[in-house]
């Protein structure tokens, strides 16, 4: 099994990491100096959901000398993602329907 963590901006993934095996509290300090802290700016925030490993001093120290800083979401299980994927009821995107095209607007 490996944990894969990344960064998520509006304009792509930043730091991706991928770990061997769960995330410990190890792994996300070193993930977070090593990897993602560099990749910070001043005034950046890092939203995390409420799983304990993020709730490091270190990963936050290694932020704030950075001038960026960790955001909390409250009440949030932590995410993750199915380890069967595709799903036995999921489909491909090709079977989905597809919308009828359409003209634009003036055309002939």
């Not at 939203?47 to 979401?73: C, M, T, Y």
């Not at 009440?75 to 993750?80: A, G, K, L, R």
């Amino acid at each position: 099994m490996q944990t894969f963590i990344a960064g998520l901006r509006c304009d792509g993934f930043i730091a991706p990491w991928t770990v061997e095996g769960a995330l410990d509290g190890l792994a996300f300090d070193t993930y977070v100096r090593t990897q993602l802290a560099p990749c910070l700016r001043r005034g950046d925030v890092v939203i995390l959901d409420s799983f304990n490993v993020h709730k490091s001093p270190r990963a936050a120290q290694a932020l704030a000398e950075r001038g960026a800083w960790f955001l909390f979401l409250r009440n949030t299980p932590p995410i993750s993602i199915p380890s069967k994927w595709p799903s036995p009821n999921s489909r491909p995107c090709s079977e989905r329907p597809r919308p009828e095209p359409t003209t634009p607007s003036g055309a002939r």
